[in-house]
């Protein structure tokens, strides 16, 4: 595990560093802002779209990969809704949770993280992970916050949800790079270059920008952030492990799953949760508690895969 931990401290130190520029007022929240820009939009994009186009579809996608990690997202997503309403707390607030105890960083944090320590044939399960998070759960939570609070789910919501994909560059980009692989061409040597030298980018501005954008965050509600952070880096992980089984997903493809799964909460649900008005500081507060855990849990899970052979 010692050997593990050594791999994955540089990846949360960088966070670290990151955090401390923001704590220390060195990097501001627009500095923030505009760091995260950059890597959406266009290193992260330049990332994906280079991943993808070098990608044997045909040889990756798989039924029961994709269908074991809906069941294990959805049972969690239930058993952490389940739990909120329990409390007594709003029905958009149970779903903004449920939706907090099972989205990943898996774009800013788990592409390339798990590219380097897993190796570059991890990235076609992690794309799929990702795939699954967007298209699937996403859009589940913009149907039903929309259908509670407009009492129903019109032919405008679908409009919305297709634009929101459209408009989103991880998906745009993933998408375009599959058609071009689908042409059996490669791209030319200056474009290859070009997105080498700036997708090489998104991984240390990504791990800075997640631990700027920690340091202005607070931990209130510390036991429902530490409920809600138990459910992403432990009963998610736990659980999609379980659905591997029952699917029939073995060796390295149930270990990426695995990995991907036990990753911190995203930053994108906080924004989100800003945009509907929804328990936004208790969504901050699991990702800071998530991610500070997961120096941990990520390093744990990943040694107990090797451990056991998976990866």
């Known amino acids: 595990m010692l050997a593990i931990f050594l791999k994955t401290l540089p990846f949360f130190a960088l966070i670290g560093v990151g955090y401390l520029a923001g704590r220390m007022r060195f990097f501001s929240e627009d500095a923030t802002a505009y760091l995260t820009r950059f890597v959406f939009y266009f290193a992260l994009s330049a990332m994906l779209f280079g991943f993808a186009a070098n990608l044997d579809v045909a040889a990756i996608f798989s039924w029961p990969f994709v269908f074991a990690y809906l069941l294990a997202t959805t049972v969690v997503w239930v058993i952490v809704a389940v739990v909120a309403l329990g409390r007594g707390v709003s029905r958009e607030e149970a779903v903004f949770e449920a939706h907090t105890g099972v989205i990943g960083n898996v774009g800013f944090l ?11 044939q991890a990235v076609g399960p992690v794309l799929l992970v990702l795939a699954v998070d967007l ?102 992980p736990a659980a999609v492990a379980v659905s591997c089984w029952l699917f029939g997903v073995s060796g390295y493809q149930a270990g990426v799953m695995i990995a991907a799964a036990a990753l911190p909460v995203a930053g994108n649900v906080f924004i989100l949760a800003q945009h509907y008005g929804v328990a936004p500081k208790r969504v901050s507060s699991a990702i800071l508690v998530s991610t500070a855990a997961s120096v941990l849990t990520v390093t744990a899970v990943i040694a107990l895969l090797s451990q056991g052979g998976y990866i």
């Open 135 to 236: 298209i699937v759960f996403s859009s589940i939570l913009t149907m039903v916050i929309t259908g509670l609070r407009a009492g129903r789910v019109s032919a405008q919501t679908f409009g919305i949800l297709g634009m929101g994909l459209i408009k989103n560059p991880m998906i745009v980009s993933v998408g375009l790079g599959i058609l071009w692989g689908a042409t059996g061409l490669e791209l030319p040597v200056p474009v290859n270059e070009f997105l080498t030298l700036l997708g090489a980018a998104a991984t240390p501005c990504a791990l800075f920008a997640i631990g700027a954008s920690l340091s202005g965050r607070s931990a209130e509600r510390i036991e429902v952030a530490a409920w809600l952070s138990f459910s992403k880096v432990v009963l998610h």
């Open 110 to 120: 788990g592409i390339p993280m798990l590219a380097l320590l897993l190796g570059p």
